[in-house]
């Protein structure tokens, strides 16, 4: 157990998430600063807010919608065969005892901490539900599929050879998108067709390319792939059918940054010179008075500065001239996008062109002015522009520098695009989330970008925390590839029968609880003798009733069910969650998850 920290919590693996991120914080801290005579108390739930009974990670992932967007593009909902909802809710725990801890070496009077697996849950999907909730413009087109349709995988990217190798391509370049289908024989206008569908993927978990694109990749040989995304500069990497992680770093590496010689310099100031602010101690967030530059783009770095947000923090963006292209992402909530909105709201927007000399002394003078410093930049970037920590800091005491990446220095200094799907391919996590007779493919749903966000988060706050305990600043990296490593996983893919999958009924899909899955033959007597072995069967004798009835009797029978949610602007409405997710109003055009804790 980590010094200073008394768990009250239920979900396994979150509390064991929790606990190793913060054991990784402890070792970061001078000997002696991990002990508090007064526990930080630690309250992991699995519904928390949410009204309703969640027994376990399915049925979180039933009820919050998490089944619903994974199963987009494969025709159904579908659940993630790991506990990624308990993980999110692991490092949310982590990060809101950090945060504590934080606040409390700043003279906050707080001891407590709660979170659950369904706050997890919503914080990942917050954006999808953001895009579902603006403007009344429900589900994106092609991700919701009619009862009792056909499940099919034309809404996966992932490409197959002709030798039967499974590849997932990528890259943010309509020019080179083009040339690489241009050299496996597509026409430029083709090619162009399957642009729009394959960027929009991020937002809308479903990539509906061309067929003629897929055949295309079909004719080809692995090394005939390899070749064209050599030569038009698209990153490729195979799919592995191994869960394994293939590397295992650290969650966050944190470096301190020691005095100079003679005493000079940003760190050879005395605590007196300490900048942290002091917040009144009453005040109910720990972040309170501390601030935040952020460089940021897309949902890692932007989910980082949300949460920091959210933690009490004052955050700044810093934008290009004209603001950032994601911001017109339809659909609008008003006159920005409801997804960039989900991630960057109430962040003062400061614009500067990082390619001039002006934009650059305009991120100086930000940065001299901050606590924090972030950003998630291609690798090498902050150094050609004279914006690396050693560029910044002389101006500054005691600061904390924050790099999130793609993949950290595991491909050396030419990594692929640093993108999510590329990230759960090289991690394993591609064939972890989905069971053994379905083909290994990563989870349009992203991932490891909100797992990232989550990770980056609490390196921020590690160092924060450090640097109430020494007085010196830090420099703090984390990547997608180390938050996917956080995420455990069977050393095997995983075998479902038919009643580990949503079961379709008269008006929509239920999942069993565990004790149901577990006592088949319980089932199997409510089904008046069904083979629950055979996926007709079963399909056949659930369809014949609507959810709420099934849901009944297996509850006259001492087992639970859930309905799955399959349409996210539901969310809102549903009183269960009333007080775990705020509805669209004037303010705010589109609905979004409360503050994942409560802090007492």
Request: hydrophobic letters at 40%; charged letters at 20%.
């Amino acid at each position: 157990m980590t010094p200073g920290l008394r768990a009250e919590a239920r979900p396994a693996v979150a509390t064991t998430i929790a606990e190793r991120l913060l054991r990784h914080t402890a070792q970061a801290l001078p000997e002696g600063a991990g002990a508090c005579p007064d526990p930080v108390r630690l309250r992991i739930e699995w519904a928390g807010p949410v009204a309703t009974e969640l027994p376990d990670e399915r049925a979180v992932q039933a009820a919050c919608g998490l089944m619903h967007v994974h199963g987009r593009a494969t025709g159904g909902p579908s659940p993630l065969a790991v506990d990624y909802a308990s993980v999110v809710a692991g490092v949310l725990a982590a990060v809101g005892a950090t945060a504590l801890r934080v606040g409390r070496a700043r003279g906050l009077d707080l001891c407590e901490v709660r979170t659950s697996v369904a706050q997890g849950a919503l914080l990942a999907v917050g954006q999808y539900l953001a895009a579902a909730t603006a403007g009344g413009s429900g589900d994106p087109p092609g991700s919701s599929f009619p009862p009792g349709s056909a499940r099919q995988a034309g809404g996966l990217a992932t490409l197959v050879t002709s030798d039967g190798v499974r590849v997932e391509i990528e890259t943010l370049d309509p020019d080179a998108w083009r040339e690489f289908w241009v050299r496996l024989g597509v026409a430029p206008a083709l090619a162009g067709r399957g642009w729009l569908p394959f960027q929009q993927r991020f937002a809308t978990a479903v990539c509906p390319l061309p067929d003629a694109l897929r055949q295309a990749a079909r004719r080809c040989t692995l090394p005939d792939l390899r070749a064209a995304a050599h030569h038009s500069g698209v990153s490729l990497l195979v799919v592995r059918s191994d869960p394994a992680p293939a590397v295992h770093p650290e969650p966050w590496e944190l470096s301190p940054w020691p005095k100079p010689a003679g005493g000079h310099g940003p760190l050879a100031e005395s605590a007196d010179g300490f900048p942290s602010p002091r917040p009144a101690r009453d005040a109910a967030l720990p972040l309170t008075g501390i601030r935040v530059v952020e460089s940021t783009r897309r949902v890692q770095g932007p989910l980082a500065g949300h949460l920091l947000r959210l933690l009490g923090a004052d955050v700044v963006r810093i934008e290009p001239p004209g603001g950032d292209p994601m911001r017109w992402l339809p659909p609008l909530a008003g006159e920005c996008s409801a997804r960039f909105l989900a991630l960057n709201a109430g962040k003062p927007v400061v614009e500067a062109d990082l390619t001039t000399a002006h934009g650059r002394r305009t991120v100086r003078t930000l940065a001299a002015e901050a606590d924090v410093f972030l950003h998630n930049w291609a690798p090498g970037k902050a150094s050609r522009l004279g914006l690396a920590a050693s560029d910044l800091l002389p101006r500054r005491s005691a600061p904390v520098y924050a790099w999130a990446s793609g993949f950290g220095d595991a491909f050396g200094d030419r990594p692929p695009v640093g993108t999510d799907y590329l990230a759960q391919v090289h991690s394993g996590l591609a064939a972890a989330v989905r069971p053994a007779d379905e083909p290994p493919a990563p989870s349009l749903m992203t991932l490891t970008d909100v797992l990232g966000g989550l990770v980056c988060a609490q390196g921020v706050l590690t160092a924060l925390a450090v640097r109430e305990a020494t007085h010196q600043g830090s420099q703090v990296h984390s990547c997608l590839l180390s938050a996917a490593a956080l995420v455990p996983r069977p050393a095997h893919r995983v075998r479902w029968t038919p009643l580990d999958r949503p079961l379709l009924t008269a008006d929509g899909h239920l999942y069993l609880g565990p004790g149901a899955r577990q006592r088949p033959e319980v089932v199997r007597h409510i089904l008046d003798g069904a083979d629950t072995a055979s996926a007709q069967d079963i399909a056949a004798r659930f369809a014949r009733r609507t959810t709420e009835e099934w849901r009944v009797r297996l509850a006259d029978a001492g087992l639970t069910a859930t309905p799955v949610r399959t349409d996210l602007s539901d969310l809102p409405h549903d009183t269960a969650f009333r007080t775990a997710v705020a509805p669209p109003d004037s303010a705010s055009e589109y609905a979004r998850p409360y503050t994942p804790w409560e802090f007492a």
